[in-house]
């Protein structure tokens, strides 16, 4: 596996930072997505990648 992708609630600031302390990056800040609610959610998108070039 090289790449791997995170969605967190934007609200979720500890998921937030767990996820750059293991080494996501944040990739897209704000997207709304379709988590199945009534509404949209608003989440930050992060990425890890195996090697960073």
Known sequence: MRTIT?????E???SARL???CGFR???RDLWEDWGFDELVK???YI??????
Request: avoid cysteine; charge should be neutral.
């Open 19 to 21: 996820m750059e302390a």
């Open 6 to 10: 995170a969605h967190v609630m934007v």
């Open 12 to 14: 979720n600031v500890a």
């Open 43 to 45: 989440v930050d998108k």
């Open 26 to 28: 944040p990739l897209y």
């Open 48 to 53: 890890y990648k195996s090697r960073w070039e």
